[in-house]
């Protein structure tokens, strides 16, 4: 049935029979940070436009191309979040979260919004889960931040997941070594793609991340960053993997892992499942210690990660989930319904959950709507105040006592 409206292009509704298995990765999110001390954060839809350009950067996809930006009424320019961390930021600075007990770890849940081309594992309006660590430069919160995610895609049993890490270094050898990419790019500038000749300038290493036949020849060959490492960042990877080894994290170092938002600096990851083709990254961060200076907050370190709520579920290929109700209370004459409503909360009270018809069938009826309803029980009242009990997977009817019900129910 196609009405005259849909939902927006790349966005979905999320159906009942969809939302319990969201609602599940999210329970097990909360349940995986709470046991790590977590707190809960949850920061507005949208925020002034330039928190973005300047957090995520000018550059980056996602402010260039992928911001949903508007006007309000006061000729302010506002954007729906296409990422959490920024708004994070800017509100550990706005609320002085710095003269909390540091590090301040965060944990967050909602919808983003990116403009990108639709396709299965990309959405326009999307769900996040994620953790920001704000005030350690230790390689240790590192460790956590990864173990963290690695925990939580475990436990939820994300199948084939493979962890790619590498390290951006400091802001001054990415300097230097961006210098030397740029001109080894300008060397080769024939062959590479006119997308990635665009962006030497701009975002040379973005050019990793190209699919152009041409380009990933060039890229082969390129300086990596990785071996450019200063003394101290590479110490501090070295530390990340140690302890990464400790904990018995796996993982593959990727010296080429290159991602969209423009604060990192230092350790970057991402789990990747192969079952989500083109779309393979299911989660991932890394350490951002100059964003919160950049924001105009103090200098602090800090690391974080995102996962997406979407490709977790294509990842775990989830059945929907079929309704289910312990008991559903049906009635043999009109003159029982009255009582229904009445006993259906008596009964709710004690944490069975009921429920019964509400469109006034007759027996046949209903007993399909208890079917259709997943009940587990179906209880049918006379007028006399007798109850025949069903239970409806072994077909299996008996007389039942209507004090008994809540009993036999919840047994
Ligand atoms: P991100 O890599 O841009 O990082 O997004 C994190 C995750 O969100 C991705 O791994 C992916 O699973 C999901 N995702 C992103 N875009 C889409 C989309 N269009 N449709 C469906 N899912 C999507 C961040 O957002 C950083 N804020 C993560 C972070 C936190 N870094 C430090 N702290």
Redesign the pocket.
């Known amino acids: 049935m196609a009405g005259e409206f849909q939902a927006p292009r790349?966005t979905a509704d999320l159906l009942p029979e969809n939302e319990e298995a969201h609602r599940f990765v999210v329970g097990t999110f909360r349940k995986v940070t709470g046991r790590a001390g977590f707190r809960s954060i949850e920061t507005p839809a949208f925020e002034d436009t330039a928190l973005f350009q300047r957090g995520?950067g000018d550059s980056t996809d996602?402010v260039r191309k992928?911001m949903f930006t508007f006007e309000d009424k006061g000729g302010r320019s506002l954007t729906l979040r296409?990422?959490?961390?920024?708004p994070?930021c800017r509100a550990w600075i706005e609320h002085g979260m710095n003269k909390l007990p540091q590090p301040v770890k965060l944990a967050y849940e909602g919808s983003?919004f990116?403009h990108?081309r639709?396709q299965a594992?990309?959405?326009?309006?999307?769900?996040?889960v994620?953790?920001?660590v704000i005030g350690s430069g230790s390689p240790l919160a590192d460790a956590e931040?990864i173990c963290l995610l690695d925990a939580f895609l475990a436990e939820l049993e994300v199948p084939d997941l493979e962890l790619h890490l590498g390290s951006l270094g400091s802001p001054e050898a990415r300097q230097e070594y961006l210098t030397e990419l740029t001109s080894y790019l300008a060397s080769r500038e024939s062959e590479l793609s006119e997308e990635v000749r665009d962006r030497v300038g701009s975002n040379p290493l973005r050019a990793f991340d190209s699919d152009d036949e041409g380009t990933s020849r060039v890229m082969e060959e390129a300086p990596l960053l990785l071996d450019r490492l200063d003394g101290e960042d590479r110490e501090h990877f070295e530390r990340v993997r140690e302890l990464l080894d400790a904990a018995g994290v796996g993982y593959t170092v990727d010296p080429t892992l290159v991602?969209?938002?423009d604060?990192?600096g230092r350790t970057v990851f991402?789990?990747t499942c192969d079952r989500l083709g083109a779309?393979s990254?299911?989660?991932?961060?890394?350490?951002?210690d100059g964003l919160i200076a950049r924001l105009g907050g103090p200098d602090t370190p800090?690391?974080?990660?995102?996962?997406?709520?979407?490709?977790?579920l294509l990842a775990l290929d989830r059945e929907a989930v079929a309704p289910e109700l312990d008991l559903f209370l049906a009635w043999t004459e009109d003159s029982v319904a009255g009582r229904i409503p009445g006993l259906a909360s008596e009964l709710r009270e004690k944490g069975i959950s009921v429920g019964f018809d509400l469109a006034e069938r007759n027996l046949k009826g209903q007993l399909k709507q208890a079917d259709r309803a997943g009940a587990r029980w179906t209880a049918i009242l006379a007028a006399d105040d007798s109850v025949e009990l069903k239970e409806m997977e072994t077909g299996d009817q008996r007389a039942a006592d209507l004090t008994d019900l809540a009993s036999i129910v919840a047994d």
């Open positions: 790349g995520v996602i992928e296409p990422e959490g961390t920024a994070i983003f990116r990108e639709p594992g990309r959405y326009r309006q999307f769900h996040q994620g953790i920001e931040a991602r969209g938002l604060y990192y991402a789990f779309q990254e299911i989660g991932g961060g890394g350490r951002y800090a690391i974080g990660w995102a996962a997406g709520v979407e490709r977790i």
